[in-house]
């Protein structure tokens, strides 16, 4: 499985942004999808997860909304409200669905939220 994320750059505090991640290759072997994010110096953190349900950190919750098309094999996040707080290179994973599918779960190469204020 191959992710790419786009939709990243450079907003205003208060502004509103939409990543998408599209999954490519054996997309069967997808579970779970997840939005990451990692700041400058800091570790990298869970944003969003999106299966039967979603879940969302507590410094994103009510501004950010997860969504999957599975259809078209795609993973959005909208990002409303942004702070600088936000400012990270944002990364989609995807879990597989067993072990024969893969030992671990996939990522992509991440895409750069800068917030000014």
């Known amino acids: 499985v191959q992710l790419v994320e786009s939709g990243g750059g450079l907003v205003q505090a208060g502004d509103s942004l939409r990543l998408s991640c599209t999954a490519s290759?054996?997309?069967?072997?997808?579970?779970?999808m997840a939005w990451y994010r990692q700041a400058p110096g800091k570790e990298r953190e869970l944003v969003a997860v999106?299966?039967?349900?979603?879940y969302y950190a507590d410094s994103v919750k009510g501004r950010f909304t997860i969504s999957r098309d599975k259809a078209k094999n795609m993973l959005y996040l909208q990002m409303n409200s942004l702070k600088p707080e936000d400012t990270a290179v944002y990364y989609c994973?995807?879990?597989?669905?067993?072990?024969?599918?893969?030992?671990?779960?996939?990522w992509g190469q991440g895409t750069q939220v800068t917030v000014s204020s």
């Open positions: 999106v299966n039967f349900g979603t």
């Open positions: 290759g054996d997309t069967i072997c997808i579970d779970a």
């Open positions: 994973t995807a879990a597989p669905i067993d072990r024969d599918c893969s030992r671990a779960d996939w």
